[in-house]
């Protein structure tokens, strides 16, 4: 969004430089939750679609399995960024696009840590958690030297500046979407719906053993334990709600939003998005 090719192409270079810092950052904050802009642009407040997302995907998630809500949600990004590459001039498609593949990824951000949370080996389940996190943030920097690539070699004259960025972000969710396709649903899921033999014939994919293996036996045995623990301390939703505000929780809760909210407030993202 900061292209000299980006501004001539969606008429913000006759405007004055405060009014197009605005806009764009409205098109940044569609990604973010709880984001309200006020400005001359007839989309007068925009929202994000990552605050949506996220929430949308865990009953998706716990209905329709983890698969299939990982599938959906790389599909909604790859519909929101070709929204966006088709927009022409047309700002109004970038803030659909935006919202749109916010969604995706919003959603992307919650199911994909649970998948494999329940799919790893207890011994790794945190290293890789952890690596996902990395590779996330990481992406913000990848996206800041793609546009500074973009800029220093790709003629200013051309749309070709600014749409190869945008679409340079459709490869991971491409990959998602294909690397998804061949992944098998999560046993654990299967196990929470009384599928046991679905979910051991997976954990014997996935382990590369024998169901009569010590390990599937023990792995097993855990997780029918855990989902009966579940059964029999099942709660209305109400009462696990109120489990947010217990001591301790909250605590953990409040540090986690401080975190997410001062991390916006800075603009360190508005910087590196745009």
Same mark, same amino acid.
């Given at each position: 969004m900061a292209l000299n090719s980006f501004i001539?192409?969606? #008429?913000?270079?006759?405007?004055?430089?405060? *009014?197009?810092?605005?806009?764009?950052? /409205?098109?940044?904050?569609?990604?973010?939750?709880?984001?309200?802009?006020?400005y001359t642009h007839p989309i007068h407040l925009t929202r994000s679609g990552c605050f949506f997302g996220a929430l949308t995907a865990f009953p998706f998630a716990e209905r329709i399995g983890r698969?299939?809500?990982?599938?959906?949600?790389?599909?909604?990004?790859?519909? #929101?960024?070709?929204?966006? *590459?088709?927009?022409?001039? /047309?700002?109004?498609?970038?803030?659909?696009?935006?919202?749109?593949?916010?969604?995706?990824?919003? +959603?992307?951000?919650?199911?994909? !840590?649970v998948y494999?949370?329940?799919? +790893? !080996? !207890?011994?790794?389940?945190?290293?890789?958690?952890?690596?996902?996190e990395i590779a996330s943030q990481g992406g913000g920097m990848v996206g800041f030297w793609i546009n500074y690539a973009a800029d220093r070699t790709i003629n200013v004259e051309g749309q070709a500046q600014w749409t190869i960025p945008l679409a340079i972000q459709l490869i991971p969710g491409i990959l998602l979407l294909l690397g998804v396709t061949w992944c !098998?649903?999560?046993?654990?899921?299967?196990?929470k719906k009384d599928d046991f033999e679905g979910a051991e014939k997976i954990l014997e994919r996935i382990r590369g053993l024998d169901s009569s293996h010590a390990y599937i036996r023990r792995e097993m045995s855990e997780i029918r334990a855990q989902i009966e623990e579940r059964s029999a301390n099942r709660q209305g939703k109400k009462?696990?709600?109120?489990?947010?505000?217990?001591?301790?929780?909250? *605590?953990?809760? +409040?540090?986690?939003?401080?975190?997410?909210?001062?991390?916006?407030?800075?603009?360190?993202?508005?910087?590196?998005?745009?």
């Amino acid at each position: 969004m900061a292209l000299n090719s980006f501004i001539r192409d969606f #008429g913000m270079d006759g405007i004055a430089k405060t *009014n197009r810092d605005t806009i764009q950052g /409205n098109i940044v904050s569609t990604f973010q939750a709880g984001t309200l802009c006020f400005y001359t642009h007839p989309i007068h407040l925009t929202r994000s679609g990552c605050f949506f997302g996220a929430l949308t995907a865990f009953p998706f998630a716990e209905r329709i399995g983890r698969k299939k809500t990982m599938m959906i949600a790389s599909t909604v990004f790859l519909l #929101g960024g070709t929204l966006m *590459n088709a927009s022409q001039g /047309n700002l109004d498609m970038i803030y659909g696009g935006r919202a749109v593949a916010g969604l995706g990824i919003g +959603a992307s951000s919650m199911v994909v !840590p649970v998948y494999i949370s329940e799919t +790893a !080996p !207890p011994s790794i389940r945190g290293r890789l958690i952890g690596i996902f996190e990395i590779a996330s943030q990481g992406g913000g920097m990848v996206g800041f030297w793609i546009n500074y690539a973009a800029d220093r070699t790709i003629n200013v004259e051309g749309q070709a500046q600014w749409t190869i960025p945008l679409a340079i972000q459709l490869i991971p969710g491409i990959l998602l979407l294909l690397g998804v396709t061949w992944c !098998p649903e999560s046993p654990r899921y299967l196990a929470k719906k009384d599928d046991f033999e679905g979910a051991e014939k997976i954990l014997e994919r996935i382990r590369g053993l024998d169901s009569s293996h010590a390990y599937i036996r023990r792995e097993m045995s855990e997780i029918r334990a855990q989902i009966e623990e579940r059964s029999a301390n099942r709660q209305g939703k109400k009462a696990q709600f109120m489990k947010l505000f217990q001591k301790g929780v909250r *605590n953990r809760m +409040a540090v986690g939003l401080a975190l997410m909210f001062l991390q916006s407030f800075t603009g360190v993202r508005l910087s590196i998005c745009s």
